[in-house]
């Protein structure tokens, strides 16, 4: 009988320990480590000069990560006061941040006219091949995260970026929130796609600290916050432009309250890119539902 008894025991604990491990991994199949709360993404569009002048000095204070996204679009190449060299770009590399890649020439996606959107997504492997080729020539690794220009999104560029070597793209906080006020919602990990991670704040000049607070305070039960900012100042985008005061009081703040700032690649550490819902859209259909019951 004791042997029995001692084998019953045995097969029990078998099976508990089979099925919480079970549990666990079918609850979260997504996760590599739980997200800690106050976990925050910082994004930079558009290859503002700011960014080299302002931005990496304060980051680099606070030892905080970031993804910088590289466009060669808008005056880029002939005009050095507004926009950054390859040469401050390669270093933001070696400082540690990260380089995202923006597409050649800033083309957005346009998915409200069917023509306009099949022609750009025929030049996307073109648009992203000219950053890589730069990164490569300025010994800056092949980015492996993306910005969609302008924030436009389409279902058909998730597979086409998946073979363009691309694990995370960032949209704006549209379509859950309208784009004026720059508001958005934090990234939920297995229910957002890693090719559509959601803004959730994008900075406008009009912001206050509160508008900052909003979106990072989001960053909590398993959410992270992905911020996204263009210049500071930005000299050549005024509708995105934020004032350095206001980004010094926004990097204190993060400082202050013990957030961790990181780069957008570094989410493979807590996230299998690999893992996609399978539905891409239906998340952010569920949240319009909700945020239409609660106006
Ligand atoms: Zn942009």
Known sequence: MHYYRRLFVFIFCLLAVFKTEQV????????????????VVLTFDDSVKSHYTVVRP????????????????FEFKTNKKHYMSWS????????????GNHTRSH??????????????????PEQL?????????????????????GNGIAAEALPLLKSLNI???RRGGAPEYPYEKGRGVAYEPGKDHPLL???AGDARPDWELSDFVRAVKQAKNGRIAIIQFHGAPD??????????????????YLAENNYRVIALRDLEKYVDPNFTPRNAFDVIEERKKELAKQK
């Open 107 to 124: 083309m957005g996606l346009d998915a409200k006219h069917p023509e306009s959107l099949k022609k750009q997504l025929a030049a996307y």
């Open 197 to 199: 991670l959601p803004t």
């Open 24 to 39: 666990v991994l079918a609850a979260s199949p997504i996760l590599k480590q739980s997200i800690p709360d106050k976990l």
């Open 167 to 169: 694990k995370f793209a």
């Open 88 to 99: 401050e770009i390669a270093r933001l590399y070696q400082d540690g941040f990260e380089i």
């Open 129 to 149: 091949g000219a950053i890589d080729a730069r990164c490569k020539e300025y010994g800056i690794p092949v980015p492996t995260s993306f910005a969609y220009p």
């Open 58 to 73: 304060l980051l680099r204070k606070y030892k905080f990560g970031a993804t910088f996204f590289i466009t060669e679009g």
């Open 235 to 252: 000299l050549a985008h005024s509708w995105v432009n934020t004032p350095v005061g206001k980004f010094e009081l926004y990097m204190k």
